[in-house]
C-alpha cells in the first residue's frame, strides 16, 4: 500500500478486509468511516445506504475524530426526485457524481447532514461521495466533513481507491448478511415444514389408529404400509382372510391418498359375472345393448377422481380376469359401442383371500393378472395372529355403542382373557357382531362379562331336538330370537341392516330387540 499524506493506510485495509469475513455488517461500515475519514484528513464521515425501496436514506454509521464512544442517531431521509438537487446526498446519488462544497453552501441545503451530527459541532467544508456496486448500481453515500478543503483529496487517484473498496467490502458483506438472513429464513421455513409434516403424521397414525384397531406389530406395519401405498397411485391388492377388515384398508389407503376428495365406488366381484362384468365397469352407449334404450356410465366414470374398490378378485371369471388385467395394465378402457378409448382417472384397489397365489398356480386364475397386482400388495393380518389387538377392538366397539346410543359399559377384565383363548372363524367381524351383540344385553352403566357372551353364543346354537320338545308357541319363539340373533351378528350390530336382511320394518325390529333384550 502507499503512503499517503504522511498516513500509512495499510492497517486500515488489513483491519476492512478482516471485517469483510467476519459476520459483522456493523462492524465494517463503522470501519469503513473511519478508513475514510482519516486518509481524506477530515473530521467526520457518515455512511448512508439506499434501503430496499432505494427511494430513502438510511444513516448506517459514522466516525468522529475525537469521540470514539461517539454514533450517528439512526435517520432515514426520503429522496425527493424534485427537490433533489437542493439535497447534496440527492443529488449524488442521482448524479452518480460527487458533491463537493468547499467554498460554502452554494444553496445546498445540508440539514439532514446537519440532523446527523448531534452534540458534535458542524465543520465548514463538506463533500458527498457516492458509493457504487460493482454492478455500477448506487448503493449509497459517504459524507466527509473537514475544516479543510476536500476536493484537492477527491481528484488523487488513492481517494477512488478507497472509496471504491470501500463500497466493495460494503457490498460484500451485505451479499453476506443477505445470505445468512436468507439460510436462517429457510432453516426456520424447513423447522415449519418439517413440524407440519410431523402434526401431518400424527393425525394421519391417530386417523388409522381409529380405523385400523389394534396395537400389535403387525398392524402397525400395516397401517404403515397404507401410508406407504396412499403416497402412491397405481393399482394396489389387499390380500386377507373374510371378516379381517381388508374393506377398511382400501378405505384408509383412498382416505389418506390424492384421491381421497373423490369418490369410494364398492363393488362385489362375486356380482361381476361374464355377461355383466363390461357393461358395469366400463359403461355403455345408447343402443350398445339389445333391449337398453338409454347409456349408462359405468363404475369406473362413476369413481372417477377417487377409488373404484372390487372386492373378493377370486371370484371373477376367465373372460372378466382378462379385461381387467388389461385395464390395469394400459390404464385404458372402451365403453360398450363406444369407438374410442378412455383413459381411467380413478384409481383401482382390489381385494382377495391369501388362496389366491394357490388358485394360481392350479391354473383357476389368470397368472399375468395376479402378477400384475402383486406388484403392490397389502396383507391384512388374522385376528389369530393380533391376540392383543382383542381389547382395543372390544373398546372400539363399545365407544361406538356409547357414541350411537348414549350407552356406558364397562368390561370385566377376565373377558378379555376368556376372548384370548376363543377362535374367531369370522376373524375381526366376527369379534365385533359378538361384541355388540353381548353388549346389548347390557344394561346403561352395567359391566360386560364373558357370561353375556356365552349367552349370546349358546342362545345361537341351541339342540335342534331340544326344540322339538318344546311347545310350539316356545319354539316359534326361540327360532325367531335365533333368527334375529344370527342377522345381527351377520351385519355387524346393525339394526337397519338386520332389519334388510330378515325382510321387516325396522320398528318391528326393535320391538324384538327388546322383547328377547338383544
Known amino acids: 500500500m502507499r503512503m499517503l499524506e504522511g498516513m500509512n493506510i495499510r492497517d486500515h485495509f488489513v483491519l476492512l478486509c478482516s471485517l469483510v469475513n467476519q459476520t459483522r455488517l456493523d462492524g465494517v461500515m463503522v470501519q469503513s468511516c473511519e478508513l475514510v475519514a482519516d486518509v481524506a484528513c477530515s473530521n467526520v464521515a457518515l455512511l448512508y445506504l439506499l434501503d430496499a425501496t432505494a427511494q430513502n436514506f438510511v444513516l448506517s454509521a459514522g466516525f468522529a475524530q475525537g469521540f470514539s464512544t461517539w454514533a450517528p442517531p439512526k435517520l432515514v431521509h426520503p429522496i425527493d426526485p424534485v427537490a433533489g438537487g437542493a439535497c447534496p446526498l440527492a443529488q449524488a446519488v442521482m448524479t452518480g457524481d460527487p458533491v463537493c462544497l468547499d467554498g460554502g453552501l452554494n444553496g445546498y441545503d445540508i440539514s439532514q447532514v446537519a440532523k446527523a451530527l448531534d452534540v458534535i459541532s458542524m465543520p465548514s467544508c463538506l463533500a458527498v461521495i457516492p458509493l457504487r456496486r460493482t454492478n455500477n448500481s448506487v448503493l449509497g453515500a459517504m459524507a466527509v466533513l473537514s475544516e479543510t478543503a476536500i476536493g484537492p483529496w477527491l481528484n488523487r487517484g488513492e481517494a477512488r481507491l478507497v472509496v471504491k473498496s470501500v463500497a466493495a467490502a460494503i457490498e460484500t458483506r451485505q451479499v453476506v448478511a443477505r445470505q445468512e438472513t436468507d439460510r436462517v429464513s429457510l432453516e426456520k421455513s424447513l423447522l415449519r415444514v418439517e413440524q407440519d409434516r410431523s402434526a401431518l403424521r400424527r393425525n394421519v397414525s391417530a386417523s388409522l389408529t381409529r380405523r385400523l384397531i389394534g396395537r400389535s406389530k403387525p398392524m402397525q406395519a400395516l397401517r404403515e404400509r397404507v401410508v406407504q401405498m396412499a403416497g402412491q397411485n397405481g393399482a394396489v391388492m389387499i390380500e386377507g382372510g373374510d371378516g ?71 371370484r371373477l371369471g376367465d373372460t372378466a380376469q382378462a379385461m381387467l388385467f388389461r385395464l390395469a395394465d394400459t390404464g385404458f378402457y372402451r365403453p360398450l359401442g363406444s369407438e374410442r378409448d378412455r383413459q381411467i382417472s380413478a384409481r383401482i ?36 395372529e393380533c391376540r392383543e389387538d382383542i381389547a382395543d377392538i372390544v373398546q372400539s366397539v363399545l365407544a361406538l355403542l356409547h357414541q350411537e346410543e348414549k350407552k356406558t359399559i364397562t368390561v370385566e377384565p377376565a373377558l378379555y382373557a376368556y376372548l384370548t383363548g376363543r377362535a374367531f372363524p369370522g376373524d375381526r367381524r366376527e369379534l365385533e357382531g359378538l361384541t355388540r351383540l353381548a353388549a346389548s344385553t347390557v344394561e346403561n352403566g352395567g359391566v360386560l362379562t364373558a357370561s353375556h357372551f356365552r349367552s349370546v353364543e349358546t342362545g345361537t346354537t341351541r339342540d335342534a331336538e331340544h326344540c322339538e320338545t318344546m311347545p310350539l308357541p316356545e319354539a316359534l319363539a326361540w327360532f325367531e330370537q335365533d333368527m334375529i340373533s344370527r342377522s345381527l351378528a351377520q351385519a355387524d350390530g346393525n339394526r337397519a341392516m338386520a332389519a334388510e336382511l330378515l325382510g321387516v320394518p325396522k320398528r318391528t325390529l326393535a320391538d324384538k330387540c327388546k322383547k328377547y333384550g338383544l
Open 349 to 384: 384397489i382390489v381385494s382377495a383371500s391369501p388362496d389366491l397365489a394357490r388358485a394360481v398356480q392350479d391354473n383357476e386364475f389368470l397368472p399375468a393378472l395376479y402378477y400384475l397386482l402383486r406388484q403392490n400388495v397389502a396383507k391384512v393380518p388374522p385376528l389369530a
Open 244 to 314: 379381517s377388515g381388508k374393506e377398511k384398508v382400501a378405505r384408509a389407503i383412498h382416505e389418506q391418498s390424492r384421491f381421497s376428495n373423490g369418490p369410494f365406488v364398492f363393488a362385489d366381484c362375486a356380482s361381476l359375472t361374464e355377461d355383466v362384468f363390461a357393461p358395469e365397469l366400463f359403461g355403455y352407449k345408447r343402443g350398445a345393448i339389445k333391449g337398453v334404450a338409454s347409456a349408462r356410465q359405468g363404475l369406473l366414470r362413476k369413481a372417477a377422481g377417487g377409488t373404484l374398490y372390487l372386492d373378493g378378485l377370486e
